[in-house]
Each structure stands twice: as structure tokens, then as C-alpha cells.
């Protein structure tokens, strides 16, 4: 099992940018996701529906090297503050084979299909834009909050999990670990941080 290394934990309110950093301590695998542990099988989607009115499934992506999802919504403040840096790592990772899918599961009126296409459209976003009403998907993979992200590797295996980096504030980031992650893996190597405590707001199972 690949060992976890430091992190800042956060309390993230519904407001951007407060949130209150505090020191860092070693993790262990699967302690922030009472579904999944790390180097278990991924599980598969289906016929989602895209902004791009197409259905996508995990299958899709099959000759990924490695391909990346995060749990994510139109009305968080925390997933807005995450999207210029989410837009620059598929620019970065894109041609080295690393496929990158966002998956919304909540059910607030101004996170439905209509609206995720506005978002999406004017945001720029780069990579594939998927609605699960059913919410199926985010509660397999234990997801909790938005964004809350997970790497496949080449087996669709879970590689890492939790969060992109260590501060919402892009100046003071210091681990990213999202992108060491990512890169590890690339190299033929396990990440040495496989999981981070997520950071974001909360997702409203029904």
C-alpha cells in the first residue's frame, strides 16, 4: 500500500475563500472514505449524459493511460475556485494520455443540465461535463463533497484519492497533489501521497 504523506486539513464554509488551514499529520489509506480503498477496482459509469448531449461511460476511455474524476457542481464556491487550476491540468496532462471527467450528482435547481451548459461554455471548460441524477456513481465511490477527486490507473484501479492541492488560495499552495500524483503514475511509480482528507462542500444525498 502506498504510504500517505502531509496535509493541511480545512473547514470550508459555503463562502469562497474562507476556510481555516491547520497543521499537517501522516494519513493512512481509506481513512476519509468509508467506501473505497486505495488499489481497489474503480467503479464504472454509464450512459451519463454530457454537456455535449452525448452519453459517456468509463469504457470510453479505455486507452487512457490513466484518467481522472472529480465529483464536482455549478453551485460551489469551493469548485469555482478549483476551475482555472482543473482547466490548466487537462491542458498539461491531456496529450500524455490522461483523460479528465467531471461528474455533478446534485439535484439544486441551478446544477441541472441547462445551467451546466452555461457553466461549462463560459468557463471554458476542456473536458467532459456529466449529470448523475441518480447519484449512484458519487455514493460508490464514497464521495462526500465537491470537488472531491479520484485517479484511475491503467487497471482502473484507485490510485489516489481526496483532494487537488493543500490551499484554496492558488499563491500558497505548496503540495499539489493532484499533479504529483498523476505524474508518479506516468513514471511507473505509486504516488507517494495516496490520499488526502477532501475539502469542499458537502454533497446533498437524497
Not at 474503480?42 to 490513466?66: F, I, N, Q, T
Not at 441541472?112 to 441518480?134: E, H, W
Not at 465537491?146 to 484554496?168: E, N, S, W
Request: proline share 4%; net charge neutral.
Amino acid at each position: 500500500m502506498p504510504r500517505t504523506g502531509r496535509w493541511s486539513e480545512a473547514t470550508v464554509c459555503l463562502l469562497v475563500g474562507v476556510a481555516v488551514w491547520l497543521p499537517a499529520s501522516t494519513l493512512s489509506a481509506a481513512k476519509f472514505n468509508k467506501v473505497l480503498d486505495i488499489g481497489k477496482p474503480a467503479p464504472a459509469w454509464s450512459e451519463l449524459l454530457g454537456v455535449d448531449d452525448k452519453r459517456h461511460s468509463l469504457g470510453d476511455l479505455k486507452e487512457a493511460k490513466l484518467v481522472v474524476v472529480v465529483f464536482a457542481c455549478n453551485h460551489c464556491p469551493v469548485v469555482k475556485t478549483y476551475e482555472r487550476r482543473l482547466i490548466r491540468f487537462v491542458d498539461d496532462y491531456r496529450d500524455k494520455g490522461v483523460e479528465f471527467v467531471a461528474i455533478s450528482v446534485s439535484r439544486q435547481a441551478s446544477d441541472q443540465m441547462p445551467q451546466m451548459k452555461t457553466r461549462a461554455s463560459g468557463s471554458g471548460f476542456n473536458f467532459s461535463y456529466l449529470i448523475d441524477p441518480s447519484q449512484k456513481i458519487a455514493k460508490a465511490y464514497g464521495a462526500t463533497c465537491t470537488p472531491h477527486v479520484f485517479v484511475l490507473d491503467q487497471q482502473r484501479r484507485i490510485a489516489y484519492m481526496g483532494k487537488i492541492d493543500d490551499h484554496l488560495d492558488e499563491s500558497r499552495v505548496t503540495e499539489r497533489f493532484l499533479r504529483d500524483a498523476v505524474d508518479a503514475l506516468l513514471a511507473g511509480k505509486l504516488p507517494e501521497v495516496a490520499e488526502t482528507r477532501q475539502v469542499g462542500c458537502d454533497i446533498e444525498y437524497e
